[in-house]
Nanobody, 126 residues
């Protein structure tokens, strides 16, 4: 199993950038697909993006496509979310999650993930 731990959140002005990191313990990290989700106050959790276990395939929500980039380093057991051109609508708690059983479009669904981090707050001011 893996235990994701997010870091890198904070306050940024609209148009700025942030890079979130997720460090996952466990010797089998490279066998897990990883995903990022977010939840804004009063809203349901939503899919942001995901990356396959190999790092070759990535998926993004339409709302972040072209602005956010997911990458992973299996040697370091880390996955990153580079967020550019941030806007106030991106304000949310961002969660990293690991899936050992899903692939493809299933990775867009929270139920596909087995392990979740505690989340990191991202606030974008206008």
């Amino acid at each position: 199993q893996v235990q994701p731990v997010e870091s890198g959140g904070g306050l940024v002005q609209a148009g700025g950038s942030l890079r979130l990191s997720c460090a996952a313990s466990g010797r089998t990290f490279s066998s897990y697909a990883m995903g990022w989700f977010r939840q804004a106050p009063g809203k349901e959790r939503e899919f942001v993006g995901a990356i396959s276990w190999s790092g070759v395939i990535t998926y993004y929500a339409d709302s972040v496509k072209g602005r956010f980039t997911i990458s992973r380093d299996n040697a370091k057991n880390t996955v990153s979310l580079q967020m550019n051109s941030l806007n106030p609508e991106d304000t949310a708690v961002y969660y990293c999650a690991a899936s050992g059983r899903a692939s493809g479009k299933d990775l867009r669904t929270g139920a596909a993930y087995d392990y979740w981090g505690q989340g990191t707050q991202v606030t974008v001011s206008s």
